[in-house]
Every structure is written in C-alpha cells, then in structure tokens.
C-alpha cells in the first residue's frame, strides 16, 4: 500500500501552518541523474589531471586516486547540501532542497549523515521506503529527520518589507501606534517578510489571525483596493523608525 502524501504542513512559532510541497521520486531521481552527471564529468576531469601527475608523483597520486573515488561520491552529495542549505546542482536546478523535518533549514550534520547512508546496493530499499512513506523519505532521511521538498517560488506581486528606509506611503493610515508592543513588531515583520513564499491560503489564513485583530486593537480602518500586506509594511516601517530596530 502506497502511504505517500504530497504535502508537508509546519507550524511557525508565529503560530502559522506554512504548507511545503514534497518532492515525489520523479523529480528526485531526476535530480540525481543531473547530479551523477556532473559527477561524472568531475571524476573524468580529476582522471585526468591525476594521470598527469602520476607522471611526476605516481605514489602520491595513487593515494589520492583511492581517496577520490572512495569518497567522491559521498562529498560531492553531502558537502554541497551542507554548504548550499540543502541543495546540489541537480537538486537547483529542479528546484528541490532537501530541509528539516520540522520545516527548518537542514544542518550541516543532517547533511551529511543522510548522504552516508546512500548506499548504491541500498537503492532497492530506499525506493521501496520512499513508496512506503507519508514524507517520501529514504532510509538516509528517516535517520536525519529530513524531507526533500519543492523550493517555494516567491510571487512577484509583493516584495519583503522594506522596513528600514524612508517612510511609507500608507503610514498616514495607521494612526500613532499607541500601545503596540515589541511583540506585536515582530510577528507583523516576520509575516511581511514571508509573505511573498506562503502559499496563498496561507497568505489569507495568516493576514485574518495575526493583522486583522492588531488592525481592530489599534482602529487601523482598511483601504479600498489595496492589499493589507501594504499598511502592515507601514506598520513595520512607522514602529521601528521609532523605536530605532533598524
């Protein structure tokens, strides 16, 4: 029976669910034939270079030689994931990162020790876990709690805001700010600053729990054909212009 789910859904500590897409295994394993590409063509180009210096250095070489195709495999994969938050250059190119489980970024140690446990007589096994999966994990993500998941694509329509510059043209609208709170600032930043990567019923959950009872508390009335994230920026911007945060 076949238990794999397509979504992944996280709570922030702002208290909101961020849904990720997981990656299925066609897109993984796309991923890691563009990876066994380059792969392939860096293990040529390090041929030939140590074929050269073994003219020169023949011991020496030789060692390297083992090292290289000992490891190669397991470096490549483990060290830029580490490095590159979660991505090779297959996985960027398809727009896939490899993340916590717990909808935080991977560590370094959860990197590599997922990439250990690639084992190619493994294959069999992982694929047959990732069908047997919620999370489409392999047997390398059960043991680092991480999941593969399709990058989030930001929207055009909003940018982050831009809270430390000049000020912002809707402030006129927010009134004084009497008795908002540091926390307050921070969960209206948090959300401006995520907005344009959640999915929109997020966008709209998000806006009606956390602005829309602030915008009540401090009789913030709406404008007529704009977005709330634009007062929210303003908000940001007028509230920490003041308490000098930025």
Request: hydrophobic share 50%.
């Amino acid at each position: 029976m076949i238990l794999v789910i397509d979504r992944l859904h996280v709570l922030t500590p702002d208290k909101v669910v961020v849904t990720f897409n997981l990656a299925a295994f066609g897109s993984r394993a796309g991923a890691f034939i563009l990876d066994a590409i380059f792969l392939g063509m860096f293990f040529y180009a390090a041929s030939t270079v140590t074929a050269i210096l073994a003219l020169v250095i023949p011991d020496l070489v030789l060692l390297l030689q083992v090292l290289l195709f000992t490891f190669g495999f397991y470096l490549y994969f483990g060290l830029q994931e580490a490095l590159w938050r979660g991505q090779t250059l297959g996985k960027k190119i398809l727009n896939l990162r490899v993340m916590s489980a717990d909808g935080t970024p991977v560590t370094p140690s959860g990197a590599i020790l997922r990439n250990l446990l690639r084992f190619p007589p493994l294959f069999i096994v992982d694929l047959v876990c990732m069908f047997l999966n919620k999370q489409s994990q392999r047997i390398g993500d059960l043991v680092s709690h991480t999941v593969v998941v399709h990058e989030p694509r930001a929207r055009s329509n909003f940018s982050p805001a831009p809270h430390q510059y000049g000020e912002h043209v809707f402030e006129n609208s927010i009134g004084e700010l009497k008795g908002m709170t540091l926390e307050d600032y921070h969960a209206i930043k948090r959300l401006c600053d995520r907005f344009p990567e959640l999915p929109p019923v997020t966008q709209a959950r998000s806006i009606a729990e956390i602005w829309e009872p602030f915008a009540e508390e401090h009789k913030i009335e709406p404008i007529p054909n704009v977005h709330p994230i634009y007062q929210m920026e303003a908000v940001v911007m007028k509230y920490g212009r003041q308490r000098k945060l930025v």
